[in-house]
């Protein structure tokens, strides 16, 4: 007995749900046939009938209905079509008849207005509508003759033009005209369409203020102009926000969005007990420069102690900037933010343009560690290697001689461009860099050498095929180049320059998105000989001259500051066969001793140096706590690259400030050494932005516009720690996927 009650509940329960389901498909249909319809694609009741759904208590789909949208009233949904001929037509509704009538209803004195029934003849595959009025007149286009005196309506189908084109007077553009003509129509029949969106006062402001802050964090790549764009005014109004005036936001609201920021990155700096400058783009770069003295950008941020980096200024320069000048502005900053407590900055990190200014400073302030920028240090190799190796001057001046003479060579360049398309589906020149009075830029250089890499099978093909072979009849030079390519030593020594110079690019490259610290200096650096010296191994290269380039650079970059911040860097300790975990000296050579001694005696004041070295010794000798120890070199894995990371790079710090507080001399310095940035790279700024200073940078507000624009650009960056800019996101967007990797393309040397 239970059991089958309960078989019938289970039932009713089953059928319940399909006829909710059933209800709830029914509305939904309705709903997407109305929508079709206010666009213009159904019956023209649905401008004035909208589907409800009705729901039980609990909020089940009961039934489906039609309400009125003019007087309220509440119809069966099973039948539209009749309850708008009912409701409607027959003047049932009170408040239809009292609408203004609609154009179309008015009797038609031109040809251009036919009734129905006329349309109905003219296609007869469409079925008509039997809920359509008969007053509702539709655009014709004209006929051919529609010059002629004697065309008369006439609503009967038969007396209809029969009209196969459409031709207009006006021609083509008047489809426009008559598009808005029939849109005008379409109003008057359903003057209460459903609005667009409609938004509140605050999701307006809050939109706008959205807006602003895109368009001042693009800085520079969208123009104050594109506002005024038709599309984009047409955008605004589709969802329902007001056209923007592009005098307010380069007026009030940029000056308010900017004091924002400069309030927010000022309160940042206060609270910190010091802090470190970091200054990049004093290094002009050949090519880009902008306008015509090479206008560049220098940005100066300010590095927290918490990890965090605060944007301060933005100083232009034209040309070659000097010395004394780069150190008048660094200096300005600092009193700018210290007054007269300017030990609060402990140091400056800046790009490689002129190391005097940085000595200079930190000569004259014993408490101040200066560095040049890694990143630089780093990139600076490859320029050494270019200068100082055979290696990459044979492999330059061969591809030179093969880019020069496949594409000045016209019977060689069509062959090649032929076989570029065969292999790579594209074709084009060879990249040759130009030669400014004997020297070369070897960016320039690096490029020619990926498009003869890319090109490999090309460029093989080519002395392979008759023509070629034609051309060496007579012409020696063809015949040098054929037997460079046949050999496979110039293949393997191409591969291998490149293969060394992508090593330290992509070294570069991960030095400026981690923007390691200065303790990190020293491992960095054994890291890099490391990969050269596997390089050697590979390509069976002598390992003398490499290693002498990589020393030679490594001493011009030194810093003291470098050995000393790994020394007393918690992350660095090492475990002893005791247990201990001890500062790591005997990785130090006896010379980087002497500077560990030597740097922290210059941080300290004369009365505290001798205590200072005391305490070295024993941080030397007992080190850290275990457990301490270990805590502050948890490792995770950064979701991003897949690399292990520390978990939490301010423990370092955090250990000399709270259980490390014994090192009265010593924990002073550390605290402010190692928190200390190895690179300047920060903020980066767009180029098209840079060109717009240099159109209109020239005028006082045109240049305080740019200054806060940047400003408020910057601020918004470094909040979310992105150092990139757009030209590379798109770069890496549009990039077609090319192998960097020198494909297995060698033709058998005895098929050659």
């Known amino acids: 007995m239970d059991k089958s009650n309960s078989t019938s509940l289970d039932v009713v329960s089953v059928t319940d749900d399909l ?15 109305r929508s079709k319809a206010i666009k213009g694609k159904g019956a023209w009741y649905w401008a004035h009938l909208e589907p409800i759904l009705v729901q039980t208590d609990t909020g089940i789909p009961k039934s489906v209905k039609l309400r009125c949208s003019l007087c309220d009233s509440v119809f069966s949904a099973s039948n539209p079509s009749r309850t708008a001929s009912e409701h409607l037509k027959r003047g049932t509704c009170p408040n239809f008849t009292s609408l203004p009538k609609p154009l179309s209803s008015i009797p038609p004195s031109s040809p251009l207005i036919s009734p129905p029934q006329q349309q109905q003849q003219q296609n007869p595959s469409r079925k008509r509508n039997p809920s359509s009025s008969s007053s509702s007149y539709q655009i014709l286009p004209l006929d051919s003759s529609r010059f002629c005196t ?50 509140g006062k605050t999701q307006i402001d809050s939109a706008l203020g959205l807006l602003a802050d895109w368009l001042y964090e693009s800085c520079g790549a969208v123009s104050f102009s594109s506002l005024e764009h038709p599309k ?90 000097r010395t004394n000048y780069a150190e008048e502005i660094l200096w300005e900053t600092i009193t700018g933010i210290c007054g007269s407590f300017v030990e609060r900055c402990v140091g400056i990190v800046a ?22 920028c890694q990143l630089q240090g780093v990139s600076s190799l490859i320029k050494d290697f270019s200068k100082e190796l055979p290696l990459f001057k044979n492999v330059t001046g061969n591809c030179l001689k093969l880019a020069n003479y496949f594409n000045t060579k016209s019977q060689v360049r069509n062959s090649f461009h032929k076989y570029q398309l065969q292999e790579l589906e594209i074709s084009g020149l060879l990249r040759v860099p130009p030669d400014s009075g004997g020297s070369l830029n070897f960016a320039l250089v690096y490029a020619m050498l990926e498009d003869i890499m890319n090109s490999a099978r090309a460029i093989q093909l080519v002395v392979l095929d008759e023509s070629y072979k034609i051309v060496c009849v007579d012409d020696p030079v063809a015949r040098e180049v054929a037997e460079m390519i046949r050999d496979m030593g110039f293949w393997s020594e191409l591969e291998a320059v490149h293969s060394l110079v ?74 002893d066969n005791s247990g201990k975990y001890l500062p790591p000296f005997k990785c130090l050579t006896p010379e980087q001793e002497k500077d560990v001694d030597k740097l922290i005696t210059r941080l300290v004041s ?53 259980c490390l507080s014994e090192f009265k001399s010593l924990g002073k310095v550390a605290v402010r050494l190692i928190f200390l940035h190895a690179t300047s790279c920060g903020f980066k700024c767009n180029w098209s932005f840079l060109r717009w200073v240099c159109a209109h940078g020239h005028s006082r507000t045109g240049m305080d516009r740019a200054q806060k624009m940047i400003f408020i650009a910057a601020h918004a960056k470094l909040e979310r720690r992105d150092f990139s800019n757009e030209e590379e996101k798109d770069a890496e967007l549009f990039a077609n996927g090319e192998n960097d990797v020198l494909n297995e393309v060698f033709v058998d040397a005895s098929s050659m």
């Not at 005008?184 to 209460?192: A, D, R």
């Not at 090593?503 to 650096?525: D, S, T």
């Not at 002498?548 to 918690?570: C, G, M, Q, T």
Request: proline share 5%; net charge positive; glycine share 6%.
């Open 150 to 199: 004697d065309i008369v309506y006439s609503a009967s189908p038969a007396a209809a033009p029969a009209t196969a084109h459409l031709m207009l007077s006006g021609g083509k553009e008047d489809l426009g005209a008559l598009a808005m003509l029939e849109d005008s129509v379409k109003k008057l029949k359903s003057p209460k369409a459903s609005p667009g969106p409609v938004l």
């Open 351 to 372: 790009d490689k343009f002129k190391e005097k200014a940085l000595r200079n400073l930190e000569n004259q302030n014993h408490w101040m560690v200066n560095l040049s």
């Open 232 to 321: 984009f005014r047409a955008f605004l109004q589709q969802v329902g926000l007001p056209l923007v005036s592009r005098r307010e936001l380069a007026g009030a609201r940029l000056d308010s969005r900017f004091n924002e920021a400069k309030t927010e990155s000022e309160a940042k700096i206060q609270d910190a007990m010091f802090f470190q400058i970091a200054s990049d783009g004093w290094k002009q770069k050949n090519g880009e420069g902008f306008g015509i003295g090479g206008e560049n950008l220098v940005n100066v941020t300010v590095n927290l102690p918490n990890g965090t980096s605060v944007f301060r200024r933005a100083v232009f320069t034209s040309g070659r900037v």
């Open 502 to 575: 992508k090593m330290i690019r992509v070294m570069a490259h991960e030095i400026e998105a981690e923007r390691p610290l200065v303790g990190q200096c020293l491992p960095l650096w054994d890291e890099l000989r490391a990969k050269v010296k596997d390089w050697c191994v590979k390509f069976n290269v002598v390992e003398g001259p490499v290693e002498k380039v990589i020393e030679k650079r490594f001493k011009k970059n030194y810093h003291p500051a470098w050995s000393a911040a790994f020394i007393l860097d918690p992350l660095y300790l090492m475990r």
């Open 19 to 33: 006829t909710a389901k059933t209800i709830q498909k029914r509305y939904e249909g309705l709903v997407t046939v």
């Open 606 to 658: 004369r009365e505290e140096a001798h205590i200072a070295l005391m305490e070295l010794m024993k941080w030397r000798s007992e080190g850290l706590d275990p457990l301490y120890a270990q805590a502050v070199q948890v490792k995770q894995r950064d979701p991003m690259t897949g690399k292990m990371k520390i978990a939490n790079p301010q423990s370092s710090r955090l250990v000399w400030e709270t």
